[in-house]
């Protein structure tokens, strides 16, 4: 008996990579001269870069400066270090790696049950000298998105700096108007190491010498910005949002009809990720069990969910360490089917009343 494939729900720690973006690297290795070079080999591969960095500017609709990066982590680490304010606020839902470039000094604002930044709270510590304020546009453990309009309204009107971690949301939904964007591509159907740092005002950021119009140091990565700029404009994950967002809507009404929780069920949510909980069974045996089954989900950060600790994101948001210990992430791409959720359901429902068994 031939065993089923398997099935890939996990998206939010990477994605695979789209065949126009494999195509468009396979092209651009072609170009293989240093773009930073003067010669014509060079000249060309410059002008390959920027078509690339053109067209990732044209599909996230930004009109201002953007620096290519390794990835979303880079492009936070150069604003946390050299936004040109001298305080650092930064969310208490934070990826981790926002959270390590902004610092031990960096002001913790805190978010409220459903996950959203304490609006209030941020008004209050807006009241002191500039800063740059961290948050993230879509949590990447719960899916939460936060008020980002009223924040960038806050943020501005105090004269402080907005970066915005948009790793989860770009090429998935509008950037929001922040003074920093990071971005990655293998989150949207790019390739790994490579994403990029919108920048507003460029004059916001103190240059560091080097390759970037002297902002990062480093040999540019054309193929893949090239593939990176594919997948934005395959807009694969955009069209498949509406469809993606039905089928989460399916999978949490089954989840909670048979004993499970949704995690910021309340808040705004991307499509794409969803947090849940299954009363009585760790997260860690959860994953076990899924992969067995042929199901890749996570429990929380990809980044930090090796380790197995309680989430950072969950208490927070003050979700009881019994319920935060029995949370698994599920998140959706293009190619996530009807049939890839009605198996996960059915494995959910084995999984729980195994468990349901033995405690009785």
């Known amino acids: 008996m031939t065993a089923p494939d398997r099935i890939y729900l996990d998206h939010a720690a990477t994605t695979p990579v789209l065949a126009d973006a494999q195509v468009a ?86 978010v409220d049950r459903h996950g959203a930044i304490d609006l209030a709270a941020l008004e209050q510590a807006l009241a002191g000298e500039p800063a740059l304020i961290a948050v993230q546009l879509v949590n990447n453990e719960t899916g939460v998105v936060q008020p980002i309009a009223e924040i960038a309204a806050l943020v501005r009107a105090a004269g402080s ?69 594919a997948a934005l404009q395959s807009r694969a994950f955009v069209e498949a949002m509406p469809g993606l967002a039905e089928l989460r809507g399916k999978l949490e009404e089954a989840i909670v009809a048979g004993g499970g929780s949704a995690v910021a069920a309340a808040s705004e949510r991307i499509a794409t990720i969803g947090a849940y909980a299954m009363p009585g069974v760790s997260s ?56 890839d959720v009605e198996r996960f359901l059915a494995e959910w429902q084995r999984i729980a009343d195994r468990a349901g068994a033995r405690a009785a």
């Not at 014509?40 to 500017?57: C, I, K, P, Q, T």
């Not at 108007?177 to 740092?197: C, N, Q, R, W, Y």
């Open 25 to 110: 690297i396979g092209q651009a290795l072609g170009v293989w001269a240093n773009p930073s070079s003067p010669h014509a080999d060079g000249r060309a591969a410059r002008a390959a870069l920027e078509e690339a960095r053109a067209a990732v500017a044209k599909a996230l609709g930004w009109r201002h400066d953007v620096i290519l990066t390794s990835g979303a982590s880079e492009a936070i680490a150069i604003v946390a270090a050299r936004a040109k304010v001298g305080r650092r606020l930064v969310g208490a839902t934070e990826h981790d790696a926002v959270v390590a470039a902004m610092g031990a000094d960096a002001e913790v604002l805190a």
């Open 161 to 229: 700096l907005l970066l915005a971690d948009c790793a989860q949301g770009a090429g998935k939904v509008p950037l929001p108007e922040a003074d920093f964007i990071a971005v990655s591509a293998h989150k949207l159907g790019g390739p790994p190491g490579m994403g990029a740092l919108l920048v507003r005002d460029i004059a916001t950021l103190s240059p560091s010498g080097g390759q970037e119009k002297g902002y990062r140091r480093g040999t540019e990565n054309l193929p893949a910005a090239a593939g990176f700029a």
């Open 284 to 339: 860690a045996s959860q994953l076990i069990q899924f992969d067995l089954a042929g199901i890749a989900i996570s429990a929380g950060s990809a980044c930090s969910s090796g380790s197995m600790k309680t989430s950072r994101v969950l208490e927070a948001m003050g979700i009881a360490p019994d319920v935060a210990g029995s949370v698994v992430r599920v998140s959706f791409g293009p190619q996530t089917s009807a049939d």
